[in-house]
């Protein structure tokens, strides 16, 4: 009989979270799931309660988790930052799946890799803002760090019997967003529910608006340079409309690996928990290269889209950075949610915060969330003088 894996997944009412139970379910001999956790969708956090019998869940407010805990007698309901830790610490876990959207999910994923648990990354804020943090303290537990985006899957799997001294460049594809084919001038009056509509993934809100403005990408090419140790000017982006080839990595001889697969986040995710096992494709549809027939790659666009080269440099100026990049681009991008600002609006918003931030060094995880806060006020105070 083989030992199921026990996993918690932070986030579990999300795009990611959801398609994390999809994989649980169609392996239910391999995965076993311990905790759960929610941000304010009691609805469906009460269905996977019922379906997936956890030990222990947590939701966002108290009031919530007393109805929880009314409606289920025989699990450990907790709420708030308390009840996250102690979904990621349970002893239980094997695995913790990070997949709460933005700085809320860095605190959790911490603490769980502090009690030695291997972890799925979704949650790509949690590297940008606290890399450094992160990376030291699984290094020092033994925790492996798994990626779950498809990108860093791709690439994780292409480096995976490879020294690195062979690696030449990592280059992450894009599949350009909504406003690939836009152009400056229009890109500014684009809508909330035009820059909601992604090509090829489906995906939370936030992350949904990164891509558009292709933000996503930057955080990423930081997540990548925590995951891979490579330099800042190995990294590199490149459209791929079709969203098939997530990643390739060139090596110092010339050869170039790529990773394929369909556009369905369930792929790398089965990856992240199987690992470093594959299990069966669990995907309704396989790759069919034929049906697809025209790959594509072109470069980014950067005065069009300059989100590749904040991060860049907040990734090469490092320490307190890349934060402030994170924090002003989860408000800027709350604030076009909201239809205070305009899309481009979210770009200058960062830059100008970016250039005013003072560079401080990163020494413990409060110093993140010192310098998020500044960062955060900074940009609620650009937004309010409208610029
Ligand atoms: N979606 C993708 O295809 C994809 C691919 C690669 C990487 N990622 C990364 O994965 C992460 C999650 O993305 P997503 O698309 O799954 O986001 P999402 O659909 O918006 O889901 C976010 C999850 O976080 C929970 N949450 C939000 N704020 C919280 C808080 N303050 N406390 C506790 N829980 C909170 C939400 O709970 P409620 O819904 O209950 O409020 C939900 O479960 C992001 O970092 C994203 O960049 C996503």
Not at 107 to 132: D, F, H, M, Q, S
Not at 277 to 288: A, G, H, I, P
Not at 293 to 301: A, G, K, M, P
Not at 364 to 385: S, T
Request: with cysteine; hydrophobic share 40%.
């Amino acid at each position: 009989m083989t030992v199921k894996k026990r996993i918690s997944i932070l986030g579990s009412t999300g795009s990611i979270g959801q398609n994390v139970l999809n994989v649980v379910e169609n392996f239910s001999h391999q995965f076993e799931i311990v905790g759960l956790s929610a941000g304010s969708n009691i609805e469906l956090l009460m269905e996977q309660i019922e379906k997936f019998k956890p030990k222990i869940v947590s939701i966002k407010e108290k009031k919530m988790a007393d109805l929880i805990m009314e409606n289920f007698k025989g699990v450990e309901v907790g709420y708030g930052e308390e009840g996250l830790e102690k979904v990621a610490t349970h002893p239980l876990n094997d695995m913790v799946v990070s997949a709460i959207v933005g700085i809320a999910g860095l605190r959790p994923t911490y603490k769980a890799i502090k009690a030695g648990k291997n972890i799925a990354l979704a949650n790509k804020e949690c590297l940008v803002a606290g890399g450094k943090i992160i990376m030291n303290e699984a290094k020092e537990r033994g925790v492996n760090i798994i990626p779950i985006d498809s990108e860093h899957s791709g690439v994780f799997q292409c480096l995976k019997k490879e020294k690195k001294e062979y690696v030449k460049k990592i280059i992450l594809t894009a599949s350009g967003g909504p406003f690939f084919k836009t152009s400056i001038k229009e890109l500014q009056e684009k809508k909330v529910e035009e820059a909601l509509k992604h090509p090829r993934w489906k995906m939370g809100k936030k992350t949904t608006i990164d891509s558009a403005t292709l933000m996503n990408k930057g955080l990423e090419l930081i997540e990548a340079y925590w995951l891979f140790d490579v330099n800042p000017s190995q990294l590199d982006v490149l459209i791929h409309p079709q969203s098939i080839v997530h990643s390739l990595v060139e090596f110092k001889d010339g050869s170039i690996l790529a990773q394929m697969s369909i556009t369905d986040m369930r792929v790398p995710i089965q990856y992240a928990l199987s690992y470093p096992e594959r299990l069966n494709n669990s995907c309704l549809f396989s790759l069919n290269l034929a049906e697809i027939n025209t790959l594509e790659f072109y470069s980014v666009d950067k005065r069009k889209f300059p989100s590749i080269d904040f991060a860049r440099k907040a990734l090469i100026e490092g320490e307190s950075l890349p934060v402030v990049l994170n924090a002003v681009n989860e408000v800027a991008v709350q604030a076009f949610l909201e239809e205070k600002i305009k899309f481009t609006q979210i770009f200058k918003i960062i830059e100008y915060t970016l250039d005013k931030h003072k560079k401080e060094n990163i020494e413990k995880i409060d110093d993140i969330f010192r310098i998020d806060k500044w960062a955060r006020e900074q940009a609620h105070k650009l937004i309010k003088k409208g610029l």
